[in-house]
T-cell receptor, first 113, second 113 residues
């Protein structure tokens, strides 16, 4: 199995630009999670989907962040406009169900200048 | 709210020796799951071991084992015969049935040759 695939692996952008992070979950997994990791706040859950439906987005920092899962194969996390404080590593994880073990992707390291 | 505490920011072990990483958590639930994840310099989050709270037997995965003390709400990870490749950040995580993962702050493990 290829595991969870995230792209890009690294992203450097300027403040105010739109950033789109992509995730392909493991085939057959019905739940998908987006996390953000920073030195100050550690690992935080931003949002999770079950069967392509957003279940809990209480961790999304503000309206500049949005996430979609148009089908079982693909999810995006968009930041518009980006700010320097959004700089972090963003992880996507998937599981067979919300109660099953989560498997993480390699992460996207985002730097907003 | 559930909290997960890892009281050791850094630990060091000699190659081939044994090391124990501590984790405590706070919950009023009786049914939940506990995990240890490893994050090497590549930043990917890798599942090391999983424990169901209803199981009295401690989980074991090769050189990795846990000491699960439910009454004390303690979930320590023991790494036997430490190898250089074990050097990483280790995160303890808690999940109530049907809920999301809550991570501890992490412990950085260094392995000395």
């Amino acid at each position: 199995d290829a595991g969870v695939i995230q792209s890009p692996r690294h992203e450097v952008t300027e403040m105010g630009q739109e950033v789109t992070l992509r995730c392909k979950p493991i085939s057959g997994h019905n739940s998908l999670f987006w996390y953000r990791q920073t030195m100050m706040r550690g690992l935080e859950l931003l949002i999770y989907f079950n069967n392509n439906v957003p279940i809990d987005d209480s961790g999304m920092p503000e309206d500049r962040f949005s996430a979609k899962m148009p089908n079982a194969l693909f999810s995006t996390l968009k930041i518009q406009p980006s700010e320097p404080r959004d700089s972090a590593v963003y992880f996507c994880a998937s599981s067979r169900g919300p109660q099953e073990t989560q498997y993480f992707g390699p992460g996207t390291r985002l730097l907003v200048l | 709210a559930q909290t997960v505490t890892q009281s050791q920011p850094e630990m060091s072990v000699q190659e081939a020796e044994t090391v124990t990483l501590s984790c405590t958590y706070d919950t009023s639930e009786s049914d939940y799951y506990l995990f240890w994840y490893k994050q090497p310099p590549s930043r990917q989050m890798i599942l090391v071991i999983r424990q169901e709270a209803y199981k009295q037997q401690n989980a074991t995965e090769n050189r990795f084992s846990v000491n699960f003390q439910k009454a004390a709400k303690s979930f320590s990870l023991k790494i036997s015969d430490s190898q250089l490749g074990d050097a990483a950040m280790y995160f303890c995580a808690y999940r109530k049935a049907g809920n999301m993962l809550t991570f501890g702050g992490g412990t950085r493990l260094m392995v000395k040759p």
